[in-house]
């Protein structure tokens, strides 16, 4: 008569199984497998020895962390000025330089959003609105196009921002971004361009429907849950 049925696969030491509200550790000891249940403090403290080390942060980085399915990371762009292209289909490219509102940055592996918020400084309460710009979809994710999505885990989320605006805009997503311009953002952006205006009237800003604060979205994505 065999034996019971290995539960490890050969050449493994150890294995640790999930069940719901506990954990199953197999360890195996010459032929002899032993069977231990633990708890998730137990579990946890088993991995706190190994040493994690992010380096030294940017200071727009806000939060960063991992998922099942990759990392995810959160940054916060204080209000500023940049330099843009459009170029609208059939036309020549142009250059504006415009003021840019402050923006949440949340990276994610469903991909790279970027939203506005009134306030210059980071608070999750913030109320959610659509960056003022085109190439964005109505759940805030990038539009990237025919080009490759870029990573974007904490050491790499800003250059995703940074990549987004270095890259020619043409009109797609471009309604529905401005009060005063809902047909077209560009028309907004290019007349501030013209006013040299030091700084995005946050007044003009739309809200996103349904998205609440900034928290509420993070938690929402890093969670898995689409909207939009």
Known sequence: MSGPKPMLPEGAEAGLFFFEGQYQFVD???????????????VRAAFAGERVDSGWLRPEIVRSGSLATGPFAVAFLAAGKREITIAPPGEDAFVLTVPVPALVAVGCPSGLRLFAVRENEFDPRSKVH??????????????WGANPAPAVDHTRILAAVD?????????NEAARRSS???ANVVDQLARLARRRARTYPVDDLVRVP???????VVEGLIGGHEWG
């Open 28 to 42: 195996r000891s010459g032929r002899r497998e032993r069977v231990r249940y633990l708890g998730p403090q137990a």
């Open 130 to 143: 659509y960056a003022p710009f085109p190439n964005l979809f109505a759940d805030g994710r990038v539009c």
């Open 163 to 171: 990549l987004y605006f270095s890259t020619p805009f043409n009109l």
């Open 180 to 182: 005063a311009y809902p």
């Open 210 to 216: 349904n998205a609440g604060s900034v928290g509420a």
